[in-house]
């Protein structure tokens, strides 16, 4: 049995039986006026984080989902489009699927704007999606990429290249790593199943998904995750791992290299009205200006008096530089 198989096992199982340790399904959901979330979709939120940011998504977009889990991001999504068939959820597992079927049903018995049509439920994997070429608007996972090995992993982040439209966006939840992960953990696939011992460290990550195409990434979330200890999972010292949430668009890789939004802001505050980097960024004076990291490392290499560069927040909502 391989690592993918090991995987969908666990699922399986969390599928017929709610699994209160898999990833944090103990965290609570955001709400919406007039959607009520199922309780079982509650009980079955494998996730570490969120996909669904709400000031980002347009009724008239088509949505993919991949690994379902118990429904309730496809369920989140299909609040904003209301339309049959305009999220596509993917999942590999039978048993998760069915689930998810049964609780969408559940959703449409306590939402009257809901119907079960507005989800198409497809069996298919990941690693070879069943959707067409540039056909959707929004691609989303939450909590499933970091069980890849790395030749899966760049696949999969091939895979939702190639469906997403020019300018479409990828949202991603994961956990990342603090530092490298032993050996010893990444070798044990019910770890990498469970969302352990899979996980890249940042740099690595966003990397990665810059090498699949991806000209413009933005940092919407970082923070703590799990702890692995160094009693139980046999380490010198403990190893924090963050869930990361992002955003990455299907623009072209400037010749100077992705822009990344990491929650980094200039200021200008010079004796002109404006300053111009020579990079294609007019500054304006006293005015804050939310910048890519090349763009703060350009800045901040200038060794400039009149010109303030925060740190990285790692929590961005847009209004930047590119």
């Known amino acids: 049995m391989n690592y993918l198989d ?33 309780d079982v979709m509650e009980e079955m ?39 049959p068939q305009a999220v596509i ?32 439920l497809i069996q298919g994997d990941a690693l070879d999606l069943p959707v067409e070429d540039e056909s959707v608007d929004v691609a989303a996972q939450n909590c499933l990429f970091n069980i890849f ?10 895979e939702m290249h190639r469906v997403l439209k020019p300018g479409g966006r990828l ?8 530092k490298p992960i032993p050996e010893h953990l990444r070798k044990d696939e019910r770890l990498r199943a469970m969302c352990l011992s899979g996980a890249l460290m940042y740099q690595e990550y966003v990397d990665k998904i810059v090498c699949a195409g991806f000209g413009m990434i933005e940092i919407r979330a970082k923070r703590p995750y799990r702890i692995l200890d160094k009693q139980r999972y046999s380490l010198n010292e403990n190893i924090l791992l963050e869930s990361i949430e992002l955003v990455a668009y299907k623009n072209p ?3 100077d290299g992705a822009c990344v939004f990491i929650g980094e802001t200039a200021i200008y505050y010079g004796a002109e009205e404006t300053f111009d980097d020579g990079k294609g960024h007019l500054m304006k004076r006293d005015i804050p200006l939310a910048v890519c990291h090349k ?28």
């Not at 949202?171 to 603090?178: L, V």
């Not at 490392?297 to 009149?306: I, T």
């Not at 740190?311 to 590119?322: I, P, Q, R, S, V």
């Open 171 to 178: 949202y991603i939840s994961d956990p990342i790593a603090t």
């Open 45 to 83: 939120n494998y996730g570490c984080g969120t996909t669904v940011h709400f000031g980002d998504l347009n009724p008239m977009e088509n949505i993919l989902y991949i690994g379902v889990g118990g429904g309730l991001e496809a369920l989140q999504f299909a609040y904003f489009t209301r339309r």
């Open 6 to 38: 090991t995987v969908q096992e666990l699922y399986k199982t969390a599928a017929l039986s709610p699994q209160a340790s898999l990833c944090c399904v103990t965290s609570k959901t955001r709400y919406l006026p007039e959607l009520v979330i199922p």
């Open 253 to 255: 890789i400037p010749v």
């Open 295 to 322: 763009t703060a490392e350009n800045l901040r290499a200038l060794n400039r008096n009149d010109i303030f560069v925060t740190e990285a927040t790692y929590h961005y909502n847009g209004g930047g530089c590119c």
């Open 89 to 120: 959820a993917v999942d590999k597992v039978p048993e998760m699927m069915d689930k998810a079927a049964n609780n969408f049903k559940l959703a449409a018995e306590i939402n009257h704007w809901f119907k079960p049509d507005f989800i198409k």
């Open 149 to 158: 090995k790395e030749g899966d992993l760049n696949r999969a982040l091939s």
